[in-house]
Every structure is written in structure tokens, then in C-alpha cells.
T-cell receptor, first 113, second 115 residues
Framework: QQQVKQSPQSLIVQKGGISIINCAYENTAFDYFPWYQQFPGKGPALLIAIRPDVSEKKEGRFTISFNKSAKQFSLHIMDSQPGDSATYFCAASMSTGFQKLVFGTGTRLLVSP | GAVVSQHPSWVICKSGTSVKIECRSLDFQATTMFWYRQFPKQSLMLMATSNEGSKATYEQGVEKDKFLINHASLTLSTLTVTSAHPEDSSFYIC???????????FGSGTRLTVV
């Protein structure tokens, strides 16, 4: 019940295209869903996060779509750029106190010029 | 705000020696910090939850005596890899949060190579 399933494992998108990464969770107690971006040799950086009281959140070119009934959420990167090439992790946790994050398996995104 | 500093960024040590990694919250107090381990092309694996002033909580399968965690102040947690062996070579990352509304910030990671 603690798992967060992420797909695809890798993704190649042309510059200017839309990158879509999907995640699914099982634990209905999760109420905080962040996405992290990680470049090689660096720690993950928080991109955007959503809580289940909204179905969508947009920050710049990054949008999270959240489907509470399906227990799924996804990251959309609009107008993908070569600089977006990185590994993306979805995660989930409970927001009461300092709860540990459960991470997805990661998606390696390559945006071709 | 919410900066987490990790030191060193990389370290090479001989097999059998111990290595200490520091994680500092620079602009906030962190009663709880998390330590992760990441192998190449894999996800982050939580090793332990570090609590200020008390013993760390280790995840199942993580050796407490090998990975010593000390959270002696509200801004500093340390991870000591004792009697390191080549299989301990990995990328170690810490994280902390100033509060529920801010999410978790990660350090830049420490690349440990045991030779």
C-alpha cells in the first residue's frame, strides 16, 4: 500500500512538445503529491506539488493533474526544452507532521533539440 | 529560503574506514531530517528518519550499527558510514522541511566511493 507506481521509465520528446509522466498510488491516506526534478550528480529539486483538494495545479510550463477517485496524478511539461532533460520523480506522503515521502521509480526525460 | 546544505559533495575512502556526511538546514530549524540512498539510475531509497534529540528511526533492512545517525541540533544531522565496504558506494542525500506548507528540500548529495 506504500507503493507509488510511475510510468514511463524513459521518455523522448521533441523540443516544443508535451512531456507527460504518470503516477498511481494505493494509500488513500496520502494527501501531498510532489514532483521532483533531478539532474545527474545533484539532489532532487521540488518542481511542483498538489494536495487532493484541487484537480489541477499549474506553475509556468509545469502542470499537475490529479484524479482522486482513480488515485492517479500526472505531470505535464508544456513546450518541453532540452534543459528539461532530467530524471523526474513523483512522490506521495501524508501531510500531518513530518511524514516520509514515498517515491516513484523515476522517469528519464530526454528532450531532443 | 529552505536551503539544505550537504557536505562533502564527494568522498573517496578506503575499505574498513568510516566516513561522516553532514546535512545542515541553513535558514530554518529542522526537528526531522531524512537520509536517502540512491544507486545509479534508481529511485531514492529512504534509509532513516533523523529526529533532533532522539534516536533515529531506521527503515527495514538498514543496518543501524553501520549507518550511524546523529541529530544533535535543530540544524545539523550527520550520517556516519562505519567500516565502509565497496558495496556501500552510493549517492547519499538528505532532506528536511521547515513545515508542512513548504514541502521537502533536498541537499545536493554526497557521492561516496569506497576503494
Amino acid at each position: 500500500q506504500q507503493q507509488v507506481k510511475q510510468s514511463p521509465q524513459s521518455l523522448i520528446v521533441q523540443k516544443g512538445g508535451i512531456s507527460i509522466i504518470n503516477c498511481a498510488y494505493e494509500n488513500t491516506a496520502f494527501d501531498y503529491f510532489p514532483w521532483y526534478q533531478q539532474f545527474p550528480g545533484k539532489g532532487p529539486a521540488l518542481l511542483i506539488a498538489i494536495r487532493p483538494d484541487v484537480s489541477e495545479k499549474k506553475e509556468g510550463r509545469f502542470t499537475i493533474s490529479f484524479n482522486k477517485s482513480a488515485k492517479q496524478f500526472s505531470l505535464h511539461i508544456m513546450d518541453s526544452q532540452p534543459g528539461d532533460s532530467a530524471t523526474y520523480f513523483c512522490a506521495a506522503s501524508m501531510s500531518t507532521g513530518f511524514q516520509k515521502l514515498v517515491f516513484g521509480t523515476g522517469t528519464r526525460l530526454l528532450v531532443s533539440p | 529560503g529552505a536551503v539544505v546544505s550537504q557536505h562533502p559533495s564527494w568522498v573517496i575512502c578506503k575499505s574498513g574506514t568510516s566516513v561522516k556526511i553532514e546535512c545542515r538546514s541553513l535558514d530554518f530549524q529542522a526537528t526531522t531530517m531524512f537520509w536517502y540512498r540512491q544507486f545509479p539510475k534508481q529511485s531514492l531509497m529512504l534509509m532513516a528518519t533523523s529526529n533532533e534529540g532522539s534516536k533515529a528511526t531506521y527503515e527495514q533492512g538498514v543496518e543501524k550499527d553501520k549507518f550511524l545517525i546523529n541529530h544533535a541540533s535543530l540544524t545539523l544531522s550527520t550520517l556516519t558510514v562505519t567500516s565502509a565496504h565497496p558495496e556501500d558506494s552510493s549517492f547519499y542525500i538528505c532532506s528536511a522541511s521547515p513545515g508542512q506548507a513548504y514541502g521537502y528540500t533536498f541537499g545536493s548529495g554526497t557521492r561516496l566511493t569506497v576503494v
